[in-house]
Structure formats: C-alpha cells, structure tokens
C-alpha cells in the first residue's frame, strides 16, 4: 500500500504563494499594455473583474472643441511665443506667466516636453478644477485623490524638437500662448492600496463632468484626446 503524502500548512502557504507569483509573471509578461502597470494589469485579471461600478455617467465624449473654434482667442489672450526657457523666465520675471506646483487635487508630472508655467487664468482654472474634482469625489472610496497635469507652456525649442520625432507636432498650437494644459485621464494619485478598472472610470469620468460644466461656464474650452490618454483643456 502507497503511503499517502501530506502538505503540512505551511507548504500549503508556500505553494500558493509560488502559484501567484508564476501566475503574475506570466500575466504582466503578455500585459499589452505598460509593462510598469503589470501588477495592477494582472491583479484586474484575476480579482479584480468584481469591482465597484459607481454609476458615474460619461462626459468624456462631450468634450470636443477643435482647434480652429479657439486658437485666436487663445493666441490673443495669452503671451507671445517664446523661442525659448530663457525667454519664457523672463515672461515669469514680468508675472505674465506663473510656476505652477502641486496643489489642492493635482499633481504636477515631470514635464519633459513642456514648462510648468501658465497665465493668471490658466492658473485659476487648474486651480478650480482641482477643488471641484476633491469635492465630486469626497463621498466616495477614492476621496483625496488627485489628477496629473502632464503638459503646459511650450516653447518654439520645444515643438522644433517634438517635430523632429513627431511631424503631427503642431506649429500652431495652444500650448505656446500659456493658457493650455494637458491633464491625464489614465493615471491618477489615489490614497488606496489598489486602484481597479472601474476606479479609474470613475475618476476619469468625474474630472470629465467638472472639465465639462467649467466648459458651460464658459470659462475654458476642452478636447477629450483619445490616442494621447488626456483632457486638453484651454483657459478663457
């Protein structure tokens, strides 16, 4: 007669362990997406597919202003176009632009194709949408998260630069005259230990509504950018 093997507990612990670990290096291996985001990819794969579904509707689809609808009156109200950082700082200098730094709601990403500054209006505008984007979401799981501004004030150095990767770069664009920002609506800084699929719809959706109802104010315009994963947002 076989004698049967027995797993104490530990090898139990041990085993299972092991399993999810194989499990996750497989997964985020075939992720299709960010190889940075595996374990969050691999973690709504496996547990995560019975997340909250908070209900909040779409107002990202109803973001959509064209360049043409505002660029003279972004051009007219903004600064002229700096050829340069050098310029740029003197623009500071004379406070017709401003530093902008992590706020109420907000986060600044390290801005490699950009400068963190813009005019007195755009200023107040980030400034308001990060308050209102706390205040939509303080009732929820996710209350004190914050957005990421990911572009702002560019340069001609800058987009002379951006062209030689990329010839869509835009010689006309919002970004010159202080009054723009890009804000992410992929990436978010929330206080919880996992931020699921539909956590992120729901964070998305809800800077959407307050970028939307500013826009109904009349106080910016605003692009939902698909293949470039962010709001573009102009003060007005």
């Known amino acids: 007669m076989s004698k049967r093997i027995r797993v104490k507990p530990l090898g139990y612990l041990v085993l299972t362990v092991a399993g999810l670990l194989t499990a996750f290096f497989i997964l985020s291996a075939v992720s299709p997406k960010d190889k940075n985001e595996g374990f969050r990819w691999f973690i709504n794969k496996t547990i995560g597919r019975g997340c909250i579904r908070y209900g909040q509707p779409v107002f ?8 043409p609808d505002y660029i003279a009156v972004s051009k007219a109200a903004g600064i ?5 950082e050098k310029e740029l700082l003197a623009m500071a200098a004379e406070r017709k632009v401003f530093r902008i730094r992590n706020g ?44 990421r501004i990911t572009s702002m004030t ?10 030689k990767a990329n010839s869509n770069a835009s010689e006309n664009s919002p970004h010159f005259y202080g009054n723009a920002f890009d804000i992410s609506y992929a990436r978010f800084t929330a206080k919880k230990w996992f931020v699921t699929d539909c956590d992120r719809s729901y964070l998305k959706e809800s800077l959407a509504e307050v970028i939307w109802q500013l826009r109904e104010e009349k106080r910016c315009w605003a692009t939902y950018e698909i293949n470039q994963g962010c709001f573009h947002v102009v003060a007005r």
């Open 104 to 147: 109420r709601g907000y986060r600044i990403e390290d801005l490699s194709h950009s400068y963190p500054y813009l005019t007195k209006d755009g200023k107040k505008l980030v400034r308001e949408i990060g308050k209102r984007f706390r205040k939509k979401i303080s009732g929820s799981p996710l209350r004190a998260s914050d957005f």
């Open 154 to 163: 560019r340069t001609e150095e800058i987009v002379g630069n951006l062209r």
């Open 80 to 84: 002229e176009k700096c050829r340069d």
């Open 60 to 67: 990202s689809r109803k973001l959509r202003d064209m360049l």
